[in-house]
């Protein structure tokens, strides 16, 4: 019989495994270094801040601050996990305003990586310093220096090579770095940034730089010209207040990289506020794009827990919905406020970018361009417009082509051009002809100082989402009544799904009754919806109510669907059209005020100047 103790299988881990372990939260990569270490130099005052990388910030983070600086005695503790000069009582984890608290970074770094702390408080004549070399920390020495902290961290992973081999090559590792720099500058005002790699200065901006300098420096004049400011203030909300720019909906991208919320100093990725600012787009900007912006929000730190997320990129806000609104309303106003024109001149220099492309065919759908284009100068002579047009032989007057007005604009018997006043003039311009029909889905006509082109499929599905709209809020949405019902296939979830909004449906014009376990009958829709594809109609609105998670009753469902309809219903893509046709559908797009961009904010024209042309053929 074994009369031996059994030997423990558990034992505590050493506390350099620990921070390890801890580190692996934390620290990822060289971009984590810097972060931890800027994010340090900004809670500890300082006014200025030099951040010296090499090969990538692999080999070296270095850290210089004007700041608070350390005493020996910090310094003793500085390396200590879950030391923290940030918090001091349970209780002020509710009202968080350092970016730090849980004084795990410098542990973590110091585990991983060669790290050196130098320091010297402003008051004192004697600096200090101190080691820490993966995880074996040293005596705190007396050294010289200037007031202030400088932290140098090298040959990160070097002990743990596993997470070495994750690391990127040193262009890609260089840019993350780059980029926690850029985001802390653009958040932070009254502090100066430099950035050096391999000796070379890569990035700076001065103490005194507002928000717009900040932008410029670090994405150009273009963009930061074009900015338009949004400024909130909210005192009785938790002391909100919101200040910041929107960029125009062309400056849109695939990614997010230019889309930036800071939260009390932070930036951070968070849903809501991405929400936020999707709402606040939208109409101005295709599903798939990405807007640019740079919002700083600042809340009282107890309404938001920012204690979520080891990397605190994450926060959790109380009453989310109330602020929800209210930032909703102030981003809208302001996105609205920007030029949402799509010069003719970008989409020309993206046709002489792409070289080799066939301009026609897709110079116009260049993803970089969105929005919609500028609008004809107002009080334009007329002469001049009339003068281009009497060169064509196909002015107006000519016999129409397929000779069939459009009775669903020529029913609300609007205005012809003859009857309107000579101050509307301009507007009336805008519509008329001649235009020539180019591919039976572009219409091109000469303006008084250039020309533009329709997209007649995204006009006439904006033109019957915005009468839908009318409709519904005037409470008579017309009903055309199929003679005989359209019986819908679906699975038996989705008929459940729809069985729950048969009446609100209903008052969007669209009659169903279930038809047994795993179909709908659709008895009416809109009248306005000519020529629908049922199925698809059907199909898309469950899938709009099953995405948003909401009753078609809700403001974002109803326009989802509105437009879906509108697509659904837009027989004009492909149609040869007459003058009379064109200038019927332009007429009552014109009088909507809403023929610039179609429902999913795609451009409906697109302006090119005289200029645009000179520039295209090289005269200028
Ligand atoms: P935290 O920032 O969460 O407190 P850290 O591990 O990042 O934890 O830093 C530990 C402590 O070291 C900080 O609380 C702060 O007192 C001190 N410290 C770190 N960097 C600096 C600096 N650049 N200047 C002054 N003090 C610093
Ligand atoms: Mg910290």
Sequence with gaps: ???????????????????????????????????????????????????????????????????????????????????????????????????????????????????????????????????????????????????????????????????????????????????VIQRLALAHDG????????????????????????????????????????????????????????????????????????????????????????????????????????????????????????????????????????????????????????????????????????????????????GNPERARDGAPEGAESSRGTVYPWDRGQPSEVGQPLPRFAEEGSATPSE???????????IRGPYIQVDKTYLVRATPDGFEVIDQHALHERLTYELLLRDLRAGQVEVQGLLVPDVVELSKSEVELIGQHLDSLKKLGVDLAIFGPKSVAVHGLPARVKRPNVEGLINDILHTIEERGMPPEADEVVEEVLHRMACRSSVMAGDTLSQEEIHSLLTRARELGCDQTCPHARPTRVRFTVGDLERAFHRK
């Design 420 to 430: 309107r006043g000579a101050s509307e003039w301009s507007s009336v311009d805008q």
């Design 191 to 370: 502090i100066g940034f430099v950035a050096t790699h391999d000796g070379r200065r890569l990035f700076d901006v001065e103490p005194d730089m507002d928000l717009r300098g900040r932008i410029r420096r670090t994405f150009g004049a273009e963009l930061a010209d074009s900015l338009v400011e949004v400024r909130l203030d909210e005192p009785t909300f938790g002391g909100l207040a919101l200040h910041g720019f929107v960029a125009p909906p062309r400056f849109s991208r695939r990614d997010t990289s230019r889309l930036m919320w800071f939260l009390n100093g932070r930036f951070l990725r968070d849903k809501l506020l991405h929400r936020v600012l999707k709402e606040g787009y939208r109409g101005f900007l295709v599903e798939q794009r990405q807007p640019v912006a740079f919002l700083r929000l600042s809340l009282d730190p107890a309404l938001v827990d920012v204690n979520v997320h080891p990397q605190k990129s994450e926060v959790r806000f109380r009453e989310g919905r109330r602020l929800f609104g209210i930032l909703v309303r102030a981003l809208r106003e302001a996105v609205a406020k920007t030029d949402i024109a799509t010069p003719g001149a970008s989409l020309v220099d993206a046709m002489h970018k792409r070289e080799g492309t066939h301009p026609g065919q897709n110079w116009l759908q260049d993803p970089g361009s969105q």
């Design 1 to 179: 019989m074994n009369t031996e103790t059994p030997q423990a299988r558990i034992a505590a881990l050493p506390p350099t495994v620990i921070n390890q372990i801890a580190a692996g939260e934390v620290i990822e990569r060289p971009a984590s270094v810097v972060k931890e270490l800027v994010e340090n130099a900004i809670d500890a005052g300082a006014k200025r801040i030099k951040v010296d990388l090499e090969e990538g910030g692999v080999k070296l983070v270095r850290v210089c601050d004007d700041g608070c600086g350390m005493s020996n005695a910090d310094l003793e503790l500085v390396f200590a996990p879950h030391a923290t000069s940030k918090l001091f009582t349970p209780d002020d984890l509710d009202h968080i305003a350092s970016l730090g608290f849980r004084g795990e970074a410098m542990a973590s770094i110091g585990s991983v990586a060669r790290c050196r702390v130098v320091s010297r408080p402003p008051g004192s004549e004697l600096g200090h310093e101190v080691e820490d070399l993966g995880g074996t920390i040293g005596e705190v020495v007396e050294a010289g220096g200037a007031a202030g902290t400088t932290i140098e961290v090298r040959d990160l992973f070097y002990n743990t090579p596993a997470r070495r081999r994750f690391l990127k090559r040193t262009s890609t590792e260089l840019a993350r770095c780059l980029d």
